[in-house]
């Protein structure tokens, strides 16, 4: 983690200020204790936002001593590091007295400031108005004297709430997402103190952050990013007793793209694209393995990303029999068995190189290289990933086989059929005689028989 250094036992942000700025602030480098060795991640990345923060206002300061520059938010946290440098707790002090001092001649002595606020009394004595540094410090005086209330917490430690309680891995493609929209989100609202009152400033980030969308992407795609993070506002406003309620804001429906499923020739095209030289140039295999698993078993990207090895199955002469997929899933509906029928040997001999390279990639590059992969095979430029899925359901229907069966091996859940998960908790070895399986591999193999055909 940047600027995270350990001495000891003990974890500090330490971070040198920009030279211009070092005479000006006083000292070359700003260092916080953030922990111990073997705190919680959660915690620590808490502590760090906080450092940095503290950091980022201390040079702001150093450049700009206007007051009315600084937002209140920003005012509490310079004044808590005031605190927090001094080894105190916000209410520390409050109705305590100290060998005849009140509380405030406590806190005087304690922040090193009774300079201080004789520089303030004669500025207020003489009508002239304070600087910047003098309303940090009576904002610190009047918090380590004020009665304690609850927890103070910002925005973007809600969002760390969030991430640990949903057990998100931000180091993959979905979690580095969901950190972009937050950080748009904060974009629009600044990382400020949580408190009743910013219930109306968060209503109209989250319209602002609609209609800035809006236009951009599919109304669709704005409903589903926003989810995310009025989650988060709401889990934020429980957890701390906000009362926080939000409305959903108004979003300008857009009509939805058409995803067309292949034709048949068109089918036919990518399995003989499949088993051909071209197949093997420019990253085309990694396509084309995920275009044969999006179309048998209507199988995402996101889904080859999160696959664990030991859930794919392999028959008798080593080649692919059926994948579990039971991680993290859209739906629980999506939890399912994907017999393979179609190119086992092509899916068999790339798969475990395809899903690396889907790890180690961005989306648009994922959404790119299908894409790509189709219009090579069959010449198209109107084709998706999404309709290989729609193609699956298509074939289905044309061929009058079980609509319980395409809901176990797609995921969906419109039948309300689905995979048990005493069945997913076989494994995939455990599953390769399951009648269940090769009833579903039966009815996949029937939908697709003018394909199999070709794969034979």
């Known amino acids: 983690m940047k600027y995270l250094k350990k001495r000891n036992n003990s974890l500090y942000y330490e971070r040198y200020y920009p030279t211009s700025l070092r005479n000006v602030i006083g000292k070359g480098s700003l260092t916080v204790r953030v922990g111990s060795v073997g705190m919680a991640e959660t915690e620590l990345k808490r502590k760090m936002l906080d450092a940095d923060e503290q950091y980022s206002l201390q040079c702001r300061t150093a450049v700009n001593t206007d007051v009315n520059a600084y937002a209140e938010a920003e005012i509490d946290s310079m004044a808590l590091a005031i605190i927090e440098q001094a080894r105190l707790r916000v209410g520390e002090l409050h109705n305590q007295e100290f060998g005849g001092l009140n509380s405030l001649e ?35 005086r009047n918090l380590l004297t004020q009665k304690r209330q609850q927890r103070r917490v910002t925005l973007n430690q809600l969002w760390l709430d969030y991430i640990q309680h949903k057990g998100l891995d931000m180091t993959q493609p979905v979690g580095k997402k969901l950190q972009k929209r937050w950080d748009v989100f904060i974009g629009i609202t600044g990382d400020q103190l949580c408190t009743p009152d910013l219930n109306q400033d968060l209503s109209f980030a989250l319209q602002d952050y ?119 899933t859209k739906t629980n509906a999506r939890k399912r068995i994907c017999p393979i029928v179609l190119e086992n040997a092509f899916i068999s001999a790339h798969l475990f190189e395809t899903m690396e390279y889907f790890k180690s990639t961005k989306d648009s590059a994922h959404s790119a290289l299908i894409q790509r992969t189709l219009k090579t095979a069959t010449g198209a430029n109107d084709l998706s990933g999404h309709c290989l899925r729609h193609t699956l359901r298509a074939a289905w229907h044309v061929a009058g086989a079980s609509l319980i069966s395409l809901a176990m091996i797609a995921g969906w859940s419109s039948t309300g059929a689905h995979v048990s998960q005493q069945m997913l908790s076989y494994g995939a070895e455990g599953l390769s005689n399951a009648e269940t399986l090769q009833r579903l591999r039966s009815d996949l193999a029937q939908v697709f028989g003018h394909l199999t055909q070709l794969s034979a």
């Open 210 to 328: 609609a209609d800035q969308r809006s236009g951009a992407v599919q109304s669709s795609t704005i409903e589903r990013e926003l989810s995310t993070i009025m989650s988060t506002l709401k889990l934020g406003s429980r957890r701390h007793t906000l009362g926080w309620h939000f409305t959903k804001p108004v979003i300008k429906k857009t009509p939805k793209n058409h995803r067309r499923p292949l034709t048949i020739p068109e089918q036919c095209q990518l399995i003989e694209f499949c088993r051909g030289d071209l197949v093997t140039k420019n990253k085309l295999k990694y396509g084309a393995v995920m275009c044969l698993l999006y179309l048998q078993c209507g199988m995402m990207p996101s889904e080859l990303q999160r696959l664990d090895r030991k859930n794919v199955a392999f028959n008798s002469d080593g080649l692919v029999s059926h994948i579990v997929i039971d991680g993290q």
């Open 106 to 140: 406590a806190a005087d002595i304690a922040l090193n400031g009774v300079a201080t606020i004789e520089e303030i009394q004669d500025l207020t004595r003489s009508g002239e108005a304070l600087e910047l540094k003098h309303k940090i410090y009576l904002r610190a």
